[in-house]
């Protein structure tokens, strides 16, 4: 259901991008959308009055507006071209959403090479690593090698506390991958809810990213208020890679000696990152004298 408000979201949104500086005409699918995703027929009426109408409504699209929710009065509107905009600007319109559609499919592709190049990478490290026979202390795989976002910089994070953790999450996710542009506000928004009441709780991002800068930029616009391993030292750290899955986002839930405890892959079938969440919850609420490894 958010995957699927967030598409309606970001359709929504790129209706607003502008032709010489004039916001687009709707189509009868975007109202559809709208429709879908909240706006009443009173929104959607004076949203048509300000941009008016790409095209003409026939009867698919008056049925698609009825499945909708759109109301009698405002499909009648439609039919009868009370939104109706010119045809020169119904023609830029569409020639709009045609280049739009055309760069969006460009950067899917894009995001879905570097995927794959993704996955190919983690293949060959876990592949030369071989099986995790011993699980080192998850601190000691980290000492001196964290940094964290402080005043809008990147900064030297103080990892002394970090050996009491009990409770530590991996969390791998790169700026360029969609699914983590999705699932970071989330995970974000539980850290702030639960950080305080359990200070024996901590994330570490693994980057996926290409570059320090491209890491940097991915603290920046996310806000991450947990610390996130050293680009300049990731190469060293084949070991706490292991611990990743087949693709990101991808998070596991470890105790402090390293055992995992939850996470987003079971073998290489994804069960998703919200599993761990739910762990993390189970653990929280067995209280102070709840054993972590009993939730296994």
């Known amino acids: 259901m958010r995957r699927l408000f967030v598409i309606v979201f970001l ?11 004039r916001v ?14 909240g706006y009443s027929n009173e ?19 008056e049925a698609a507006l009825r499945g909708a929710g759109a109301s009698p009065s405002l499909i009648d509107a439609i039919k009868g071209g009370v939104y ?19 760069r969006q ?18 293949a060959r490290e876990r592949t030369a690593s071989g099986p995790l026979e011993t699980r080192p202390a998850v601190a000691d795989l980290v000492k001196g090698d964290l940094v964290y976002l402080n005043n809008g910089s990147v900064v030297r994070f103080n990892d002394e506390a970090l ?10 996710s790169a700026s360029w991958c969609p699914g983590c542009r999705e699932f970071t506000p989330q995970l974000i928004e539980y850290y702030k809810r639960v950080k305080a009441q359990h200070p024996e709780f901590e994330i570490i991002l693994v980057s996926g990213d290409r570059s320090a800068a491209e890491m940097g930029v991915h603290l920046q616009k996310t806000q991450m208020p947990w610390p996130a391993v050293d680009f300049a030292k990731l190469p060293g750290k084949e070991t706490l890679k292991r611990y990743g899955g087949e693709s990101i986002p991808c998070l596991v839930l470890l105790d402090a000696s390293g055992k995992v405890l939850a996470d987003t892959f079971e073998g290489k079938t ?8 739910a762990t993390l919850d189970a653990i929280f609420a067995g209280g102070p ?5 009993q939730v296994r």
């Open 24 to 37: 687009l005409p709707l189509t009868v699918k975007e109202v559809c959308l709208m429709l879908r995703s």
């Open 43 to 61: 929104a959607v009426q004076r949203e048509l009055s300000a941009r008016q109408l790409a095209e003409t409504c026939d009867t698919a699209g």
């Open 163 to 172: 050996g009491s953790k009990k409770l530590i999450a991996l969390y791998f």
């Open 270 to 277: 994804r069960v998703g990152p919200e599993k761990v969440l």
């Open 84 to 102: 109706q905009t010119s045809q020169a600007d119904a023609r830029a319109a569409l020639e709009q959403r045609a280049a739009q559609a055309q």
């Open 289 to 293: 004298g709840n054993q972590v490894a």
């Open 11 to 21: 359709l929504i949104h790129a209706a607003f991008s502008s032709v010489s500086g």
């Open 105 to 122: 499919a460009l950067e899917t592709e894009r995001l879905r090479k570097m995927d794959t190049l993704y996955q190919a990478q983690r």
